[in-house]
């Protein structure tokens, strides 16, 4: 079945760049995407790739995509205390509506 | 801010109660999908409604059901509560099938069953 895998936990230092990784299964996926979630909130959509692309830049987010190892990454750049929250890899099934997500990474900023 | 609003924020219910739960989607989005997230996972997808018909149905046993209406709000009712139904339900619109890629997610109900 699908799976998208994510490490849990990633801490960096206020304006250092941030780096989270997330493994798909699901090679027809034609999106993927990542959420941010912060504490008692919704999800907000960050960011999202189509399948037959290698990279989208929005501001100070980069989503890099590797087809071939079906590896998802996530650059923010210049990471600041308001970015601490938890990011969450999703890819869609068709045309379901089905996103299928990570367990998150809880991304801490350190001053 | 997404404009997809829920109601109510907490709920707390006794196991064997039954429970619905709102959702107001943006308005001019005729696609809502429902989502459960338990504490430390992520978002677990129930089922998804189109025009008022449900589309795509997740792995949820039938005491999960919902509807849609007209005016762009829906519901999910879940019967016979357990108490591994403990989660935060969230709802996502889109504007129509077609673009059913980008999902707007309201802040969620928290539902506790004790």
């Known amino acids: 079945g699908e799976d998208v895998e994510q490490s849990l936990f990633l801490s960096v230092r206020e304006g250092d760049s941030s780096v989270i990784n997330c493994t798909y299964t699901d090679s027809s996926s034609t999106y993927l995407y990542w959420y941010k979630q912060e504490p008692g909130a919704g999800l907000q959509l960050l960011t999202y790739i189509f399948s037959n692309m290698d990279m989208k830049q929005d501001q100070r987010l980069t989503v890099l995509l590797n087809k071939k190892d079906k590896h998802l990454s996530l650059r923010i750049a210049d990471t600041q205390t308001g970015d601490s929250a938890i990011y969450f890899c999703a890819e869609n099934e068709g045309s379901q509506g089905n996103l299928i997500f990570g367990k998150g990474t809880k991304l801490s900023v350190k001053p | 801010e997404t404009g997809v609003t829920q109601s109510p924020t907490h709920l707390i219910k006794t196991r064997g109660q039954q429970v619905t739960l709102r959702c107001s989607s943006q308005?001019?989005?005729?696609?809502v999908s429902w989502y459960q997230q338990a504490l430390g996972q992520g978002p677990q997808f129930i089922f998804q409604y189109y025009r008022e018909e449900e589309n795509g149905r997740g792995n949820f046993p039938p005491r999960f059901s919902g509807l849609q209406f007209p005016n762009y709000s829906s519901e999910l009712n879940v019967n016979a509560l357990e108490l591994d139904d403990s989660a935060l339900y969230l709802c996502a619109s889109s504007v129509t099938l077609n673009t059913d890629y980008e999902q707007y997610f309201g802040p969620g109900t928290r539902l506790t069953v004790t």
């Open positions: 308005s001019g989005h005729n696609t």
